[in-house]
């Protein structure tokens, strides 16, 4: 596929299993990418392979009714794997609570926030 925009000289043709990605300073880049791991949603499942747990909130975020907040400079970067159906934030919530031992806290608004568990006795 040839991916240009409008009005804008440079363009980047992909290969099967590519995408580009837009940096905060504005750098696209074509990096390798995962078709099928990327489309899964239009089965009515998300799949998530070794996905930082901050990126896999923001997609589980775009179908459900509830939203995710994740709460700890310490969580963003870990890594989830599993099949999730859409729209099913609950579970999601319980699977990631169990897997790294968090706190989910229910809040007005359809608000969901995650953080670690304090340490016993603190």
């Given at each position: 596929?040839?991916?240009?925009?409008?009005?804008?000289?440079?363009?980047?043709?992909?290969?099967?299993?590519?995408?580009?990605v837009l940096s905060a300073r504005g750098v696209v880049s074509p990096?390798?990418?995962?078709?099928?791991?990327?489309?899964?949603?239009?089965?009515g499942r998300l799949s998530f392979r070794e996905t930082p747990l901050?990126?896999?909130?923001?997609?589980?975020?775009?179908?459900?009714?509830?939203?995710?907040?994740?709460?700890?400079?310490?969580?963003?970067?870990?890594?989830?794997?599993?099949?999730?159906?859409?729209?099913?934030?609950?579970?999601?919530?319980k699977g990631v609570a169990m897997l790294f031992d968090l706190d989910?806290?229910?809040?007005?608004?359809?608000?969901?926030?995650?953080?670690?568990?304090?340490?016993?006795?603190?």
């Amino acid at each position: 596929v040839r991916v240009q925009q409008a009005g804008m000289a440079q363009a980047w043709t992909l290969d099967p299993n590519r995408k580009l990605v837009l940096s905060a300073r504005g750098v696209v880049s074509p990096v390798a990418a995962d078709a099928a791991r990327s489309t899964s949603w239009t089965t009515g499942r998300l799949s998530f392979r070794e996905t930082p747990l901050a990126e896999a909130i923001a997609e589980v975020n775009r179908y459900g009714m509830e939203r995710i907040v994740l709460q700890g400079d310490d969580l963003p970067a870990r890594l989830v794997s599993g099949y999730f159906d859409v729209g099913d934030t609950e579970a999601f919530v319980k699977g990631v609570a169990m897997l790294f031992d968090l706190d989910a806290t229910p809040a007005r608004g359809g608000v969901i926030t995650l953080r670690s568990r304090p340490a016993a006795g603190a």
